[in-house]
């Protein structure tokens, strides 16, 4: 059943989606790091571009010292490299790099799930999982799709994944998990409306909210095989969405396809 408008706001803020990539970091540490990982990923800083820790702090206003462990947590990501002198280069992303993330993402939320199947999630998982499937339900279920739900959707697929992830059981998993969550076009979440087609978003939105449900069913159920391939299946979504939904593109452009999924 679709939560009622005045619940909205107390399920979001109840989804517990904290970033792993953050722990350990000060909070301005974060706030740095999750801008200049959005601004590569949504193409503001291009592939192929040059950063310093001048230009970055520049860029989001925030002092040298914590843009440089941000720049390091992002070379860790593989979001960018280091230069033969100083600073760093965007990494290009290229088809057979999403390729490879995206079938180590399914195998190790795969894992995860069937994790959580074998030993059951705990009431604050089963909360928070609750409170993600309601919000992708509600984001669906509006007349008219915008920007405002395309948020709302992105929060709670973040937080369904990531808790997954995170809770089922298996730390060394979650890090192994982390190391590939934010390559652009597979991290959940990173997509853009695209106004033009707004059938397909609709219909791509659909279809992971009711994936989500099923892996959840099959969790609770304590199947551990069918919770694994479902997830598996689902992460891979995005190759599948793209394929879907754009035609008679090249390589390059169905690399820049994906990057908005």
Known sequence: ?????????????????????????SATEARALSALRRMIIDGTIAAGEKVSEASASALI???RT???VALSKLENEGLIEKRDGRGYTVREIKFEDVKKAIQVRGALEG?????????GPDDETRVIIANAIALTEQAVSQDVLTEAEVGLYQDANIAFHDTIVNRCG????????????????????????NKDRLKQERVRMTVG????????????????????MLMREHAHAPLNYARLFVDDIGEDEFTEALRAI
């Open 66 to 68: 914590p843009v440089r």
């Open 61 to 63: 206003g925030v002092s």
């Open 170 to 193: 298996n730390d060394l998993l979650a890090r192994a998990y982390d190391r590939v969550r934010h390559i652009p076009a597979i991290r959940p979440g990173t997509f853009a409306l």
């Open 209 to 228: 909210h009711s994936h989500h449900v099923l892996v959840w069913d099959a969790i609770k159920a304590g199947e551990i095989t069918r919770a694994d």
């Open 1 to 25: 059943m679709m939560p009622h408008p005045s619940t909205i706001t107390p399920l979001r803020e109840n989804l517990g989606a904290d970033d792993p990539s953050h722990k350990g970091l």
């Open 111 to 119: 894992l995860a799930a069937g994790c959580m199947a074998e030993f």
